[in-house]
C-alpha cells in the first residue's frame, strides 16, 4: 500500500478539515462523521447522546480531555441518572470525578484486558438500573 500523501500525514487544525474535502472530491465515501475543532455539534446527534446518557446502565468513556463542552457533561449526566461510569485515559481528564471507577493508561493496552476480564467473569449478567437508583 503506497504511503499516505503528505497532507495526510499531518495533523491538526484546518489542514484536516481540507483533507477530508480533498478525500470527497476524490469520490471516497466523504468526509469522516467529525466535528472539527469549533464547530458544533449536529443538535440530533446531541439529542441522542443526552438522551443516551441519561437511559444507559454503564457509561465506558474513553480517551478524552473532557474539556470540551457539551459533550463532556455526558458523564455526568449519566452518573445523575444512576449509570455506573468509568474512564480509560493516559492522563487526568477534567471529568475525573464523574467516574466510579478511572483506568489510567492507553486505550489499546486497557481495553482489550477489561473485555477478556469481562467475558471471564462468572457474574456477568445484564445490568438494570431501577428507576429509584442515586447516584453514589
Same mark, same amino acid.
Given at each position: 500500500m *503506497?504511503?499516505?500523501p503528505a497532507a $495526510? !500525514? !499531518?495533523?491538526?487544525? +484546518?489542514?484536516? !478539515?481540507?483533507?477530508?474535502?480533498r478525500l470527497h472530491r476524490v469520490r471516497q465515501p466523504g468526509p469522516p462523521?467529525?466535528?472539527w475543532f469549533g464547530e458544533? $455539534?449536529?443538535?440530533?446527534? $446531541?439529542?441522542r447522546a443526552e438522551r443516551a446518557a441519561r437511559q444507559c446502565s454503564v457509561m465506558l468513556v474513553v480517551g478524552t480531555s473532557?474539556?470540551?463542552? *457539551?459533550a463532556a457533561g455526558l458523564a455526568s449526566a449519566a452518573r445523575r441518572a444512576g449509570?455506573?461510569?468509568?474512564?480509560v485515559n493516559p492522563n487526568?481528564?477534567?471529568?475525573? /470525578? /464523574?467516574a466510579h471507577l478511572v483506568l489510567r493508561g492507553s486505550a489499546a493496552h486497557l481495553l482489550p484486558r477489561c473485555s477478556k476480564a469481562f !467475558?471471564? +467473569?462468572p457474574a456477568r449478567r445484564p445490568l438494570r438500573r431501577s428507576r429509584s437508583a442515586t447516584p453514589g
Open positions: *503506497p504511503a499516505a $495526510l !500525514r !499531518r495533523g491538526g487544525g +484546518s489542514g484536516q !478539515r481540507t483533507v477530508a474535502h462523521g467529525v466535528v458544533m $455539534l449536529p443538535a440530533q446527534a $446531541l439529542e473532557g474539556a470540551v463542552w *457539551p449509570a455506573w461510569v468509568a474512564i487526568e481528564s477534567e471529568i475525573d /470525578d /464523574d !467475558r471471564s +467473569s
